[in-house]
């Protein structure tokens, strides 16, 4: 049989092709419930394939070790975690991770079949590869088809830059480069990958991604030193500038040049870049703090505590310290080492791929698209020339298959659907599947109108996360309603330092002193109304403090602080100053 054969052979038997290449096409399985959905599938064709094989394997590397770490630390970190009802959706956020790793060491080996050895393949043609630049080219072309033609445009456009299927620019241009290096370090070139490099590289440069644009740029320089054929050398350089000009001649001749101003504005000095050091600056000291990081979630929801300027983040754009934040110092520093182990003894083809791809998560979060993290652990163990593991055979291997599968499918289902509930706005009902599902509960309490019941949700979110500063505003609006002002000064206090950037916080804290002081004068208690009147003429100082404790970056950023009490309030406490 010809290699050729062996390898259409392969790539139709081998599941990981098509998860690699369709993945990216549903949003790059950013959510929490598609995560569920692809554990689903790959559990379906662990067991299926254990059944046809009479084997199940399970890798004894440190890439499985770590990724069984990185998944299982996630449910165990509720005993530490900020948000303690978040955690097992973290477990299953990343439940792909390692299930894919085992999925693709079915394939090593079966009862009479053997995997193709480099001999046997070309290292172009490297089977789990053979497709991610088609699935790139394919994407660019769809989005933008679609994005600059259609009113779905908004889905697959961010300010006007090209997110394709992931719906976020940065990552979609990082995928397209991972593609192009793969394509460029092939041993053999044709017609179709000059093509498929063109497409490539348009849709880097309409996705207006910085960083992405460097490490391309980059890429090409390291080719000229690379390619030992001038002629491709040359052609593929005059691909690349024909594009750039290409781009910028009908940007300007559109009129739409927020995308060419992106990379025509680049500086050191820029909002995104300094936002980004802001964050790193914020994040190093609360991870010293807490070597058992914060859990799934659980920097988005301190964040706002112990931040020093104006933003609002979901992740820290680094996924290193994304790691540290999440699951601490030893889980990421066995996930890192295993990384390191594998990447160094990768050809330079998957070297540079694999490491355009590593590089580019130290600046955005890459990794919380799984398809990407896919994406790199199928680099990273493409090239193994063995695969240690421990194998059950026969009877036991199918037991082993079915047994875990429904396990792990049921948990994966449960959780699945209060994932996806709750994306839809079905909070009731994401509920009914995970009743501690933080995220569906704060859903809950803004939409309540009735403060008992508010009230009551405010309860049921803090004792699951005790950063939520709108639990905490009711908590205080209840306690004034009842009546019970040191209460509300209590939980009032904690909803500012959960975020003390927010300045109406401030002047709502003021509103309730006021109203509290002034019913205690009616009820002849001035000693009460005096109390609540020193607390209010307090509030200026701690503005001071929090703009103390600013950074210097942050007044350099898009969103800038604003930490001066309106008019009204500073006449109210003026008054307050000279009654007194």
């Given at each position: 049989?010809?290699n050729?054969?062996?390898?259409?052979k392969w790539i139709?038997k081998d599941i990981?092709q098509v998860?690699?290449?369709?993945s990216?096409?549903f949003t790059?399985?950013?959510h929490?419930?598609?995560s569920?959905?692809?554990?689903?599938v790959?559990?379906?064709?662990?067991?299926v394939l254990?059944?046809?094989?009479?084997?199940l394997?399970?890798p004894?590397?440190s890439l499985m070790?770590?990724m069984?770490?990185?998944v299982?630390?996630f449910?165990?970190?509720?005993?530490?975690?900020?948000?303690?009802?978040m955690t097992?959706?973290?477990f299953?956020k990343?439940?792909p991770l390692?299930l894919?790793?085992?999925?693709r060491?079915?394939g090593?080996?079966?009862k009479n079949e053997?995997?193709?050895?480099?001999a046997d393949l070309?290292?172009e043609?490297?089977?789990s590869?053979?497709?991610?630049p088609?699935?790139?080219a394919v994407?660019?072309?769809l989005?933008?088809?679609?994005?600059?033609?259609t009113s779905?445009g908004?889905?697959?456009?961010v300010q006007g830059?090209l997110?394709g299927f992931?719906e976020?620019?940065?990552?979609?241009a990082?995928?397209?480069?991972v593609g192009?290096?793969l394509?460029l370090?092939?041993?053999?070139h044709?017609a179709?990958?000059l093509?498929?490099?063109?497409?490539l590289?348009?849709?880097i440069v309409?996705?207006?991604?910085?960083a992405v644009?460097?490490?391309?740029a980059a890429?090409?320089v390291?080719?000229?030193?690379?390619?030992?054929?001038?002629?491709?050398?040359?052609?593929t350089?005059g691909s690349?500038?024909?594009?750039?000009?290409?781009?910028?001649?009908?940007s300007i001749?559109?009129g739409k040049q927020?995308t060419l101003a992106?990379?025509?504005?680049?500086?050191?000095r820029?909002?995104t870049l300094l936002?980004?050091?802001?964050?790193?600056?914020?994040a190093l000291?609360?991870i010293?703090?807490?070597p058992?990081?914060?859990?799934y979630y659980?920097y988005?929801?301190?964040v706002?505590?112990?931040?020093t300027?104006?933003?609002d983040?979901?992740?820290?754009?680094?996924d290193l310290?994304?790691?540290?934040?999440d699951?601490?110092?030893?889980?990421a520093?066995?996930?890192?080492?295993?990384?390191?182990?594998?990447w160094?003894?990768?050809s330079?083809r998957?070297?540079v791929?694999?490491?355009i791809?590593?590089?580019?998560?130290?600046?955005?979060f890459?990794?919380?698209f799984?398809?990407?993290?896919?994406?790199?652990l199928?680099?990273?163990t493409?090239?193994?020339?063995t695969?240690p593991a421990w194998?059950?055979?026969?009877?036991?291997?199918?037991?082993?298959a079915v047994s875990?599968s429904?396990v792990l499918?049921?948990v994966t289902?449960?959780?699945?659907c209060?994932?996806?509930?709750s994306?839809?706005g079905?909070a009731?009902l994401?509920?009914?599947?995970y009743?501690?599902?933080?995220s569906?509960?704060?859903?809950?309490l803004?939409?309540?109108?009735n403060?008992?019941?508010?009230?009551?949700?405010?309860?049921a979110v803090?004792d699951?996360?005790?950063q939520?500063?709108?639990a905490?505003?009711?908590k205080?609006q209840?306690a004034l309603?009842?009546g019970?002002v040191?209460?509300?000064?209590?939980?009032?206090k904690k909803?500012i330092?959960?975020n003390?950037?927010?300045l109406w916080?401030?002047?709502?804290y003021?509103?309730?002193?006021w109203?509290a002081a002034?019913t205690y004068?009616a009820a002849g208690?001035a000693?009460?109304?005096?109390?609540c009147k020193d607390?209010?003429?307090k509030?200026p100082?701690?503005?001071?403090r929090v703009?103390?404790?600013t950074s210097s970056?942050?007044?350099?950023i898009?969103d800038?602080?604003?930490?001066e009490?309106?008019?009204e309030?500073?006449?109210?406490?003026?008054?307050?100053?000279?009654?007194g």
């Amino acid at each position: 049989m010809s290699n050729n054969t062996d390898l259409k052979k392969w790539i139709f038997k081998d599941i990981t092709q098509v998860l690699l290449c369709v993945s990216p096409f549903f949003t790059g399985i950013f959510h929490d419930f598609e995560s569920g959905i692809l554990a689903l599938v790959i559990l379906i064709w662990i067991a299926v394939l254990a059944f046809k094989k009479g084997a199940l394997r399970i890798p004894k590397t440190s890439l499985m070790l770590a990724m069984t770490v990185l998944v299982l630390i996630f449910p165990v970190s509720c005993l530490w975690a900020v948000d303690k009802g978040m955690t097992v959706i973290g477990f299953l956020k990343f439940l792909p991770l390692p299930l894919f790793l085992i999925l693709r060491s079915q394939g090593v080996s079966g009862k009479n079949e053997k995997k193709p050895k480099k001999a046997d393949l070309k290292t172009e043609e490297r089977t789990s590869f053979l497709l991610v630049p088609y699935a790139g080219a394919v994407m660019t072309i769809l989005s933008a088809a679609v994005g600059y033609t259609t009113s779905w445009g908004s889905r697959f456009l961010v300010q006007g830059r090209l997110g394709g299927f992931f719906e976020y620019p940065n990552t979609f241009a990082c995928f397209l480069l991972v593609g192009m290096a793969l394509l460029l370090l092939k041993q053999k070139h044709s017609a179709t990958d000059l093509v498929l490099g063109l497409i490539l590289a348009c849709g880097i440069v309409l996705s207006g991604s910085r960083a992405v644009f460097v490490l391309f740029a980059a890429l090409l320089v390291f080719y000229v030193f690379y390619q030992k054929n001038t002629r491709v050398r040359w052609i593929t350089l005059g691909s690349g500038v024909l594009v750039v000009s290409a781009f910028v001649v009908v940007s300007i001749a559109l009129g739409k040049q927020n995308t060419l101003a992106r990379f025509t504005t680049m500086s050191f000095r820029s909002s995104t870049l300094l936002g980004r050091l802001l964050y790193y600056k914020d994040a190093l000291p609360e991870i010293l703090r807490n070597p058992l990081g914060l859990g799934y979630y659980g920097y988005h929801y301190k964040v706002q505590s112990f931040q020093t300027g104006v933003y609002d983040v979901v992740h820290v754009h680094n996924d290193l310290l994304q790691l540290l934040l999440d699951v601490g110092w030893v889980p990421a520093g066995v996930a890192v080492f295993a990384v390191v182990r594998r990447w160094i003894k990768l050809s330079v083809r998957l070297k540079v791929a694999s490491g355009i791809l590593v590089l580019h998560m130290l600046f955005d979060f890459d990794l919380q698209f799984v398809a990407m993290g896919l994406l790199l652990l199928a680099m990273l163990t493409e090239e193994e020339e063995t695969d240690p593991a421990w194998v059950f055979t026969g009877k036991s291997a199918w037991v082993a298959a079915v047994s875990g599968s429904l396990v792990l499918g049921a948990v994966t289902c449960i959780l699945g659907c209060a994932s996806f509930f709750s994306f839809c706005g079905k909070a009731d009902l994401a509920l009914q599947f995970y009743p501690w599902l933080t995220s569906a509960k704060i859903e809950k309490l803004t939409a309540e109108e009735n403060l008992v019941r508010k009230a009551e949700l405010a309860d049921a979110v803090l004792d699951l996360n005790q950063q939520i500063p709108a639990a905490l505003d009711t908590k205080a609006q209840a306690a004034l309603v009842e009546g019970d002002v040191a209460t509300m000064m209590e939980y009032k206090k904690k909803a500012i330092w959960a975020n003390p950037y927010r300045l109406w916080g401030y002047e709502d804290y003021i509103d309730m002193l006021w109203y509290a002081a002034t019913t205690y004068e009616a009820a002849g208690d001035a000693g009460s109304a005096q109390a609540c009147k020193d607390e209010m003429l307090k509030i200026p100082a701690w503005l001071e403090r929090v703009k103390a404790n600013t950074s210097s970056v942050a007044w350099e950023i898009y969103d800038k602080p604003e930490l001066e009490l309106p008019s009204e309030y500073q006449l109210l406490l003026d008054s307050l100053r000279t009654a007194g």
